[in-house]
């Protein structure tokens, strides 16, 4: 993880973050005109962003695929997947934009602890996109990442008790300890791969294939039916 440390940023660093920030505020905007409130998670919402890093936004409701699609038809929409991590995880569609956007929101009602997934990275609505505010999140390397006037401060979270770290991010202490283990495998044998990864055709809907998913899955069905 490293050791604790402070980050001050460069005029590069701050120019991909407006630039970032620019590109979340758009898909937000648009979102927002069609009724939708979503967020913006991960680091461009912590603000310590790299040149390359997506801008990825979550819609934290169930809603239907046509009306995202309708809101993003001003933007290239390069495609649609359905996913779900593991049999008992949330199911979701993910619409991939241009400009490593992306776009995704549940297709059954998230659980509170699922929704406290994307606060414990880092998420921002709309507002906060445009005023500019970072918050405190935990990135990929299990750095918990503190917003600064000039950068960020970055502490490991072994060296943090999950209960501090909990309050920081403002989720339960359950999602800090379940995300540490899940990281930390990660980190030992690499990513496992998801339970369903299905591309869309451009011609098939989102409703439709879910439904045929269910229709084949009994483990997709058992989770639908325990929300």
């Known amino acids: 993880m490293g050791e604790r440390k402070e980050v001050v940023y460069d005029t590069v660093r701050w120019d991909d973050f407006r630039r970032l920030r620019g590109r979340a505020q758009e898909v937000l905007a648009a979102l927002e005109a069609k009724g939708l409130d979503a967020m913006v998670f991960g680091s461009v919402a912590r603000g310590d962003v790299r040149s390359s890093s997506d801008v990825d936004i979550f819609i934290p409701q169930v809603t239907s695929s046509i009306q995202v699609l309708l809101a993003l038809d001003d933007f290239t929409v390069l495609g649609t997947t359905i996913t779900q991590a593991t049999p008992r995880a949330l199911v979701k569609a993910s619409v991939e934009l241009e400009d ?8 059954i009602p998230p659980r509170e602890v699922e929704l406290e997934f994307y606060r414990f990275g880092g998420a921002v609505g709309l507002n906060d996109v445009r005023s500019g505010r970072r918050v405190p999140g935990v990135d990929k390397r299990l750095m918990l990442i503190e917003p600064t006037p000039g950068g960020h401060v970055e502490t490991p ?3 943090l008790s999950p209960g501090v770290v909990a309050k920081k991010v403002n989720v339960s202490q359950q999602i800090v300890e379940e995300r540490m283990r899940v990281l930390e495998r990660r980190a030992d044998v690499g990513r496992t791969g998801v339970y369903i990864n ?8 989102v409703e439709q294939v879910l439904a045929d998913l269910i229709a084949e899955d009994p483990a997709l069905r058992r989770r639908i039916d325990s929300r």
Not at 100 to 107: A, D, M, Q
Not at 198 to 205: D, K, T, V
Request: charged fraction near 20%; glycine fraction near 0%; aromatic fraction near 6%.
């Open 157 to 159: 979270l072994i060296d």
């Open 198 to 205: 299905r591309p869309l055709a451009p011609e098939e809907s």
């Open 100 to 107: 490593n956007t992306s776009v995704t929101f549940p297709l």
